[in-house]
């Protein structure tokens, strides 16, 4: 890991948006593992939850996604959609599914978005400026934003990538 900031990462601080409980939840177009989608139509007249992890193949992040789509009927019971991101493409959250179903005992059937371009992490504020990658970039916080069927943030959760 690098030990200082890059001037390219500090450029990529500098564009990233601040989302606070009550504010109308940024939509997107990205891909994903199901295709081009909007978020705010993804998730219709329902309660969303987006999720992101700092990268593909983690184990923590491996066993979190797995739990996620074990409570799938919750999820459905709670009138609920759920869809996570992490940095990686979607051809490597592919692969990555394969092996959480697998070691997790689940199917993951919902979508992972295509992160590869930072554009979310860059909308919701999800980039640490403290958390550096080899080349000097921010990396991806973990954060869980709750949004209302009217699309407004309800709830914000975010904890530094070197915790869990």
């Known amino acids: 890991m690098a030990s200082q900031i890059s001037e390219e990462g500090k450029a990529e601080i500098a564009k990233q948006s601040v989302v606070r409980i009550g504010d ?24 969303g939850v ?3 992890h700092p990268a593909d193949f983690t184990p923590v992040c491996t066993t979190e996604l797995g739990r ?13 959609k759920v869809i996570g991101y992490s940095v990686d493409s ?3 959250h592919a692969k990555w ?22 554009s979310v992490a860059l909308r919701y504020g999800m980039l640490d400026p403290d958390k550096l990658d080899d080349a000097g970039m921010p990396m991806t916080v ?20 070197a915790t869990g």
């Open 50 to 52: 987006l999720f992101s």
């Open 24 to 47: 109308s939840a940024p939509d997107f177009s990205a891909e994903t593992t199901q295709g081009k989608l909007s978020l705010h139509e993804y998730l219709g007249d329902k309660w």
């Open 90 to 92: 979607a051809v490597d």
């Open 97 to 118: 599914i394969q092996d959480i179903n697998e070691t997790q005992n689940c199917n993951v059937d919902y979508p992972l978005i295509d992160g590869t371009d930072k």
């Open 68 to 80: 996620v789509a074990q409570l799938k009927e919750e999820w459905a019971k709670r009138n609920t």
């Open 142 to 161: 973990r954060s869980v934003f709750v949004i209302d069927p009217n699309k407004k943030v309800r709830m914000i959760l975010t904890y530094p990538a």
